[in-house]
Antibody, heavy 119, light 112 residues
Framework: EVLLVESGGALVQPGGSLRLSCAAS????????MSWIRQTPGKGLEWVAI????????YYVDSVKGRFTISRDNAKNSLYLQMDSLRVDDTGVYYC????????????WGQGTVVTVSS | ERVLTQSPGTLSLSPGERATLSCRAS???????????LAWYQQKPGQPPRLLIY???TRATGIPDRFSGGGSGTDFTLTISRLEPEDFAVYFC??????????FGQGTKVEI
C-alpha cells in the first residue's frame, strides 16, 4: 500500500522558517518524481514544487522561488520542503504527492500538514 | 502560465441526477503521446484530493464507471452519470502539460 505521511507543520511568525517532511512507503521512492502541493484560503489548490528522482531537476511556482527549497533523500524514502521567509499567505495545508510518469496527474497524496503563518 | 477556469462554481443536484462539470484552459494543455494531460480530482472535507481521471478520459484505479471525462485542447468535462450520496464533494481539474507550473482550477462544489 502506497503511503505518504507529512509532518513538520506548525504555527510560525511571518519571516520565520519551517521544514516539512514526507515519509514514503509502499513503492520504490527513487523511481518517482515527487511534488509538494498546498491548499490555501486565498488560492485554493496550488502546485508548489517538484523534484526529479535523483534531484537533478527541480521546479518551483514563482511565488515561492528563492524562499522554499525542495529536496529528497532516497536512502530514507523521504521528501522535504525547507520554507524560509514565510508570509501570511503561505498559510495552508501542505501535501506531498506522487506523479507517476506519463499520466500527468498525482495519483497518491498524503493527508497533509498544516502551516499557519501569523503574528 | 495556463489558467484553468471551472464552471459552475456550485452545482445543486439530487441523487440519481446527472452532473456535468466544465474546465476551460487559457491555452491548450500539454500532451504526452497524443494524450491531453488534464486530470480531475474529488475532494471531501478534511481529506486530500483523490484522483478520478487522468489523460482527460482515463479513470484512475478503483474509480466507478459513472465517472467519465471528455474534451480536448482547451475544453474539458467531467460527467457523473447518476449521482450517488458519496459523490457530493468538490471537484478540481488540473493540467500537467509542458513546463511548470502545474495549475489547478478553482473547483466546482456538487451539493444536494
Amino acid at each position: 500500500e502506497v503511503l505518504l505521511v507529512e509532518s513538520g507543520g506548525a504555527l510560525v511568525q511571518p519571516g520565520g522558517s519551517l521544514r516539512l517532511s514526507c515519509a514514503a512507503s509502499g513503492f520504490t521512492f527513487s523511481d518517482y518524481y515527487m511534488s509538494w502541493i498546498r491548499q490555501t484560503p486565498g488560492k485554493g489548490l496550488e502546485w508548489v514544487a517538484i523534484i526529479k528522482q535523483d534531484g537533478s531537476e527541480i521546479y518551483y511556482v514563482d511565488s515561492v522561488k528563492g524562499r522554499f527549497t525542495i529536496s529528497r533523500d532516497n536512502a530514507k524514502n523521504s521528501l522535504y520542503l525547507q520554507m524560509d521567509s514565510l508570509r501570511v499567505d503561505d498559510t495552508g495545508v501542505y501535501y506531498c504527492a506522487r506523479p507517476p510518469p506519463g499520466i500527468g496527474a498525482f495519483d497518491f497524496w498524503g493527508q497533509g500538514t498544516v502551516v499557519t503563518v501569523s503574528s | 502560465e495556463r489558467v484553468l477556469t471551472q464552471s459552475p462554481g456550485t452545482l445543486s443536484l439530487s441523487p440519481g441526477e446527472r452532473a456535468t462539470l466544465s474546465c476551460r484552459a487559457s491555452e491548450s494543455v500539454g500532451q504526452s503521446g497524443g494524450i491531453d494531460l488534464l486530470a480531475w480530482y474529488q475532494q471531501k472535507p478534511g481529506q486530500p484530493p483523490r484522483l478520478l481521471i487522468y489523460g482527460a478520459s482515463t479513470r484512475a484505479t478503483g474509480i466507478p464507471d459513472r465517472f467519465s471525462g471528455g474534451g480536448s485542447g482547451t475544453d474539458f468535462t467531467l460527467t457523473i452519470s447518476r449521482l450517488e450520496p458519496e459523490d457530493f464533494a468538490v471537484y478540481f481539474c488540473q493540467q500537467f502539460g509542458g513546463s511548470p507550473p502545474y495549475t489547478f482550477g478553482q473547483g466546482t462544489k456538487v451539493e444536494i
